[in-house]
């Protein structure tokens, strides 16, 4: 069982919808990320909160808008996306830097 | 520009040996690094790490060894095990962690 829990499993929306994807983590990590991973491909960085902070952006366009409503609650909203946004989205946490990340299972989402 | 680099895609190891997987990279400023192991379907899952100021860590039947002046880094599995087969990913870290594409170990019976 994975510690780090992200909901839905599975979204299929529309280019014009407005969507969420959740994540959890009750490990008492300070650091939250999202990841985008297309299929064959490793994962790449698109925001990293710290202390509930943003930290880092990876010029993701701005249909993509991270929230951290806590420090156990990460939130990705997705608005208006485009079908290549169709990919695995990662959620991980860890204690800081130099420390392993724990990921979720992730939610597949699929842009119509 | 791939800063870690894995370019083995795909390796197949006998149960019972040694599987050997190697990752390059070209940031000199990378001074932490990891290995993930990924099943279908599931997130990675964290293996093990090391800092740049060590040149081994060992953990089971996993052992990483770095090599910075050849900025080389390698994980050995032993004994390989029919659950070892996965996707691994190597991963390197200044201020955020960067992966390398994957390579999929198949153990054969």
């Known amino acids: 069982d994975t510690e780090v829990t992200q909901t839905p499993k599975h979204l299929v929306m529309g280019m014009t919808n407005k969507k969420s994807l959740k994540c959890e983590q009750h490990m008492g990590h300070r650091a939250m990320y999202w990841y985008k991973q297309k299929a064959k491909k490793p994962p790449e960085l698109m925001f990293v909160y710290s202390y509930e902070k943003l930290s880092i952006n990876e010029s993701v366009p701005s249909r993509f808008s991270p929230e951290c409503p806590n420090s156990s609650l990460l939130n990705l909203h ?19 830097h130099n420390q392993p990340q724990h990921f979720g299972d992730g939610t597949r989402l699929s842009i119509l | ?4 680099k894995q370019n083995s895609p795909s390796l197949s190891v006998q149960e019972g040996r040694i599987s050997i997987l190697n990752c390059d990279y070209t940031n000199s400023m990378f001074d932490y690094f990891l290995w993930y192991k990924k099943y279908p379907a599931e997130g990675p899952t964290f293996l093990i790490s090391i800092s740049s100021i060590k040149d081994k860590n060992e953990d089971g039947r996993f052992t990483v060894f770095l090599n910075k002046s050849a900025k080389h880094l390698s994980l050995h599995i032993v004994p390989s095990q029919p659950g070892d087969s996965a996707v691994y990913f190597c991963a390197a870290s200044d201020d955020k962690i960067i992966f390398g594409k994957g390579t999929r170990l198949h153990i054969l019976p």
Do not use: F, I, N, T
């Open chain 1, 78 to 96: 997705l608005h208006a996306l485009q079908p290549e946004d169709s990919a695995l989205y990662l959620c991980a946490s860890s204690q800081g």
């Open chain 2, 1 to 4: 520009d791939q800063q870690v």
